[in-house]
């Protein structure tokens, strides 16, 4: 087996960050400009009413689905 690479990936892995290091991450995030705009699927689904009445409907639509199949038993 070929051991240089992985003593080499393990010298890497050693390396310490700078001490600045999150705090220069920090900053370059804050400094990015936010989105002009959300789109309208986004604004919808982030309504907490949108969301349960998608739930309810989509739990409407499988017992439905599970009262449909077990119907076939019960037709004569």
Do not use: T
Request: charged content about 20%; proline content about 5%.
């Amino acid at each position: 087996m070929n051991d240089d690479l992985y003593n080499l990936w393990m010298q890497r892995a050693d390396a310490e960050a700078p001490a600045d290091f999150a705090d220069r991450v920090m900053d370059a995030i804050r400094r990015e400009p936010l989105p002009s705009s959300k789109g309208v699927l986004v604004l919808l689904l982030s309504s907490p009413a949108v969301r349960v009445a998608a739930c309810v409907l989509a739990c409407l639509a499988c017992l439905c689905r599970m009262a449909a199949v077990v119907a076939v038993f019960f037709v004569q």
